[in-house]
């Protein structure tokens, strides 16, 4: 079975930071650019970033851009999310994204196009 598995969430203060980790399972990330969406309650799920692996492009939401970056390991078949000065706004479900399809509007749209796998989220909470 196809997959993804995301880790690193956790509490945070305001202003502090979080690294989260995606990894494939059952596939490699080669065909895909791997986004970052996230889901707060009451919400829409959002795209936050995507990140191209062949060439380290990609998008960021502009509630992010200057805090977040996106980075791959391609040898440990990894990609994360650094996240930096973290705002209570930014609490949420983080999930990581095959996608298929690379645009600026399926990397920061809601997630229901373009995307073939899921990871099952992980709970970032920013809170003092």
């Known amino acids: 079975e196809r997959q993804l598995v995301e880790s690193g969430g956790g509490l945070v203060q305001p202003g502090g930071s979080l690294r989260l980790s995606c990894v494939p399972s059952?596939?490699?990330?080669?065909?895909?650019?791997i986004g970052w969406f996230r889901q707060a309650p009451g919400k829409e799920r959002e795209g936050v970033s995507c990140?191209?692996?062949?060439?380290?492009?990609?998008y960021y939401a502009d509630s992010t851009k200057g805090r977040f970056v996106a980075s791959s390991d391609n040898a440990r078949n990894t990609v994360y999310l650094q996240m930096n000065s973290l705002k209570p706004e930014d609490t949420a479900v983080y999930y990581c994204?095959?996608?298929?399809?690379?645009?600026?509007?399926?990397?920061?749209?809601?997630?229901?196009?373009?995307?073939?796998?899921w990871g099952a989220g992980t709970l970032v909470t920013v809170s003092s």
């Open positions: 994204a095959a996608i298929n399809y690379y645009t600026e509007s399926v990397c920061l749209g809601n997630g229901d196009n373009g995307v073939d796998y």
């Open positions: 990140i191209n692996l062949s060439d380290g492009s990609g």
């Open positions: 059952g596939f490699t990330f080669d065909d895909y650019v």
